[in-house]
């Protein structure tokens, strides 16, 4: 088991949350500890809006707990009333994920109120002292880099799925491990998402870098598509593959053309990388994929009935091939603009 940088600042927002409590003299840090635990976020743009949310909500709540508690007092009844009303205002304005920690503000405030107003407000900062906490610790502290680890998850989604490729035509491997490493591929393609939209959550100021952002973004985007169709390809591979029959003559032919595009994505990551010599041509024959074409359709003519399930694999795999193209041809655009701007600056 490993410690994420998350849970490493989740702790360190906690301890500095604690610390401030002291300095500032609060009579207890707990409701500081709180407020830092839900306000550490897996990035900066999201903690800023975090931020700004639980500001709204919390400022919101603790106005509402003083007024309920001037007119109903600090009953539970009261109580329960307020945090109701609290987390309808909450769930109207969008800011559902700012409820915990507003009912923590409300109910902080309503208890408090009876010893004072000045003590009401005092609860109202530890709240505050907790978020600034977990802000500064996330933009400080291993600040999340989206970008970089999008890439990186990219990496291990490839070399997954590399796997399973190369081996899903001649079926050699156990089928326990196939299923697992089946599942890895799915969690990580489920990861790449949720990083995609961290990465695209993130603000750029300059005219400049909002451009190498959106290229970057279309970019990313069709990275994750070209792997969802290589998982794709594995789906129908075994439902229709290993049924069709006279399979066996086509293994040769399939077995070659995914192993060719395999390799193709590979280069094409290696490419992205600054790996690949400049005007080295990688992309695929396509005379290939369109003798198969006519291949299959004249065995289609056969059987339809028996054969059609191999023009799915095919299809498939063609799939597989245009995605794979679409983001080499992306890819040699971002990179030409890339080399443009660093020309540019360096004039």
């Known amino acids: 088991m490993t410690i994420g940088a998350r849970v490493l ?8 949350a604690v610390y401030l409590s002291g300095l500032f003299g609060f009579p207890s840090p707990i409701i500081a500890a709180v407020a830092s635990i839900f306000t550490i976020q897996p990035s ?36 329960g009333l307020v945090c109701i009303i609290v987390i309808l205002i909450s769930i109207r304005l969008r ?46 502290v291993y600040p999340p880099r989206p970008r970089k680890q ?12 590399s796997l ?9 491997m156990k089928e326990d491990v196939h299923r697992e490493e089946k599942e890895k591929l799915h969690g990580t393609l489920r990861k790449l998402d949720e990083r995609y939209v961290l990465f ?12 190498a952002r959106a290229r970057q973004l279309l970019l990313s985007k069709q990275m994750i598509k070209a792997l969802q169709q290589g998982s ?12 069709a029959p006279g399979a066996g003559e086509w293994a040769q032919q399939f077995d070659r053309l995914i192993e060719e595009l395999a390799k193709y994505h590979e280069q094409i990551l290696l490419k992205l990388e600054g790996k690949m010599k400049a005007n080295a041509d990688i992309e695929p024959e396509e005379a290939r994929e369109a003798r198969l074409v006519k ?53």
């Open 9 to 16: 600042k989740t702790g360190m927002a906690v301890a500095l």
């Open 44 to 79: 900066i743009s999201r903690s800023w809006q975090q931020v700004t949310d639980q500001l709204q909500t919390n400022l919101l709540g603790a106005v509402v707990a003083i007024i309920a508690v001037k007119l109903f007092g600090s009953t539970p009844i009261a109580l």
């Open 95 to 140: 800011m559902e994920n700012t409820i915990g920690l507003t009912l923590v503000t409300v109910v902080a405030v309503m208890e408090a109120t009876g010893e004072g107003w000045l003590f009401a407000l005092e609860r109202f900062s530890m709240v505050l002292t907790g978020m600034a906490a977990a802000f500064v610790v996330n933009v400080l």
């Open 150 to 161: 999008f890439i990186v998850q990219v990496h291990e989604a490839y070399g997954q799925l």
């Open 164 to 172: 399973l490729l190369r081996m899903a035509i001649s079926n050699e």
């Open 200 to 211: 695209e959550e993130e603000r750029s100021l300059l005219p400049r870098r909002k451009l």
């Open 232 to 243: 794709d390809l594995l789906d129908v591979v075994e439902e229709h593959y290993f049924a």
């Open 295 to 347: 291949q299959i359709t004249a065995y289609l003519n056969e059987n339809p009935d028996e054969h059609k399930r191999l023009v799915f694999v095919a299809s498939a795999i063609f799939e597989y091939a245009y995605h794979l193209r679409r983001l080499d041809r992306v890819a040699e655009q971002v990179l030409e603009r890339e080399e443009e701007a660093a020309s540019g600056a360096e004039a």
